[in-house]
């Protein structure tokens, strides 16, 4: 799992930006890929899947972001395992998670380097609802003065 989130930050990473995108790495496993048990199971409304069976080609979790709504975090599939509907089955089962929960929604939020990720997001009916372009460099965000866009799904 923190191997397949290195490669994909890393395919994704212009060499410009390898020194923030370094830190960010570290610490998202330092504050939540290195305890998913902790960090996703310790607390209700929160879940984390992983697809593959001989290794981790994909993976997702669920954050719970308020009392009606789950934050889909840590979308990525291997880069040879893309367009195979690892994704969307990973999507599927997060909305699924979250309707269960009793959530209305789901947000995300995600980079202006992860244009891929953002067809697959609207074209499953997220909505753009906003983008930020000085976020703060944390565990979910580079910083970098990368643009963040923020989307919502409302569930059935």
């Known amino acids: ?20 995108i370094q830190s960010y790495i570290e610490r998202a496993i330092e504050e939540e890929l290195g305890k998913v048990e902790e960090y996703y199971f310790g ?10 069976e001989a290794r981790v080609v994909g993976m997702v979790g669920i954050e719970r972001q308020a009392q009606d709504a789950g934050e889909l975090r840590r979308m990525a599939v291997e880069k040879a395992h893309r367009r195979k509907g690892i994704g969307r089955q990973l999507l599927a089962t ?21 244009v891929a990720a953002m ?7 997220y909505r753009r609802i906003r983008e930020e372009s000085d976020a703060p460099a944390s565990h979910k965000s580079v910083g970098a003065g990368l643009t963040r866009y923020h989307y919502e799904k409302p569930l059935a």
């Open 94 to 114: 997060a909305e699924a998670f979250c309707r269960d929960c009793g959530y209305r929604q789901v947000v995300l939020s995600t980079s202006e380097l992860q």
């Open 1 to 20: 799992m923190i191997g397949l989130f290195r490669e994909f930050m890393w395919e994704l990473a212009p060499p410009a930006l390898a020194a923030p």
């Open 43 to 52: 607390r209700e409304g929160q879940a984390f899947w992983v697809a593959g």
């Open 119 to 125: 067809q697959l997001y609207e074209s499953s009916g």
